[in-house]
């Protein structure tokens, strides 16, 4: 059993940037994707950034699409989310998932899931 574990969240102001990271609790980890989905209560879990583990191929959810920026350290298999300028709509408990699947978009493709890390933004 891996543990996905996710940590850089918190409170910030608008404009202000963060960075998330989530590491695997076991480095011989076989999987095929990483990424970040956020969610908001009463709303779908929605995707932010996906990674290809592989190949570095990286992917956007279409409203942080040259804001925010997913990198991998391979070696130390920890996935990170650069987010820059935050805005309110931002806010949402953001969530680490790795797929053995390259289908990056769909939630129910991922095995393993964090426990979630808290972002708000205030205005």
């Known amino acids: 059993q891996v543990q996905l574990v996710e940590s850089g969240g918190g409170l910030v102001q608008a404009g202000d940037s963060l960075r998330l990271s989530c590491a695997a609790s076991?480095?011989?980890?076989?999987?095929?994707?990483m990424a970040w989905f956020r969610q908001v209560p009463g709303q779908e879990r929605e995707f932010v950034a996906g990674?290809?583990?592989?190949?570095?191929?990286?992917y956007y959810g279409d409203s942080v699409k040259g804001r925010f920026s997913i990198s991998r350290d391979v070696g130390r298999v920890i996935v990170y989310l650069q987010m820059n300028s935050l805005n309110p709509d931002d806010t949402a408990v953001y969530y680490c998932?790795?797929?053995?699947?390259?289908?990056?978009?769909?939630?129910?493709?991922?095995?393993?899931w964090g426990q979630g890390t808290q972002v708000t933004v205030s205005s």
């Open positions: 990674i290809i583990w592989r190949y570095g191929y990286t």
């Open positions: 076991r480095r011989t980890f076989s999987f095929a994707t």
């Open positions: 998932a790795a797929s053995t699947s390259t289908d990056y978009l769909t939630p129910a493709k991922y095995d393993y």
